[in-house]
């Protein structure tokens, strides 16, 4: 059963032009993760949520914005996508009670492309 | 601060060969460890775990030990299979809270038949 889903898992767009990407949990997890990953590098924390608190992470660029009007939907904004802007976003929640309170949960994650 | 060191890949191995990915860590206290595996195309899945020294984490076939002595928690498996191959990130929380995750940058496991 998919606990973090990602939708879509492949998204195409144009150089500028809004994007959004969409992430749902069935766990109820508190804490959720957006991540962006380059090609043959290590996930990089964009931001967190523990509930509706937002927490950005310092060299996150303004372009990246996101919402999560209640527990199991988080959205990832792009605003003005950029070349550099094409990569994995990965979405994820942190465990809760034994044993799993210190784990991540990931999505299958939504490949952008930008054109 | 807080980092993770990976032996860098791709690691290159036969069918039933002895795997060795070598992570080392610095971290201020002593904060659980973990491997995740990553698959062409998806996600990140947590492989394994230890919480605290000398335990030992361990699931499909993969193993690794929290050694404190050391600053390790190098990913050991016996005999490796084709299905194996895919991206391995060693990873530990970050002090601060929300258990965010500071990754290794990653090694690349190729197996061949």
């Known amino acids: 059963d998919a606990m973090v889903i990602q939708n879509p898992r492949y998204q195409v767009t144009q150089f500028g032009k809004p994007v959004t990407l969409s992430c749902s949990q069935t766990?109820?997890?508190?804490?959720m993760y957006w991540y962006q990953q380059k090609s043959s590098q290590a996930p990089k924390l964009l931001f967190h949520y523990y509930d509706k608190d937002f927490n950005n992470e310092a060299d996150t660029p303004d372009n990246f914005q996101s919402r999560r009007p209640n527990t199991s939907f988080c959205f990832l904004d792009i605003r003005s996508p950029g070349l550099g802007d094409a990569a994995m976003y990965l979405c994820?929640?942190?465990?809760?009670?034994?044993?799993?309170?210190?784990?991540?949960?990931f999505g299958p994650g939504t490949r952008l492309t930008v054109l | 601060g807080d980092s993770v060191t990976q032996m860098e890949g791709p690691v290159t191995l036969s069918e039933e060969a002895f795997l060795t990915i070598n992570c080392t860590y610095t971290?201020?206290?002593?904060?659980?460890l973990f491997w995740y595996v990553q698959y062409p195309g998806e996600g990140l899945q947590l492989l394994l775990k230890?919480?605290?020294?000398?335990d030992k984490g361990s699931n499909k076939g993969f193993e690794a030990t929290y050694r404190k002595e050391t600053t390790s928690f190098h990913l050991e498996k016996g005999s490796v299979q084709v299905s194996d191959s895919a991206v391995y990130f060693c990873?530990?929380?970050?002090?601060?809270?929300?258990?965010?995750?500071?990754f290794g940058a990653g090694t690349r496991l190729a197996v061949h038949p």
């Open positions: 230890a919480t605290k020294a000398d």
């Open positions: 994820a929640t942190k465990g809760s009670g034994t044993p799993s309170y210190n784990e991540q949960f």
């Open positions: 766990l109820n997890h508190n804490v």
């Open positions: 971290a201020t206290g002593y904060p659980s």
């Open positions: 990873a530990l929380p970050r002090s601060g809270g929300y258990n965010k995750l500071i």
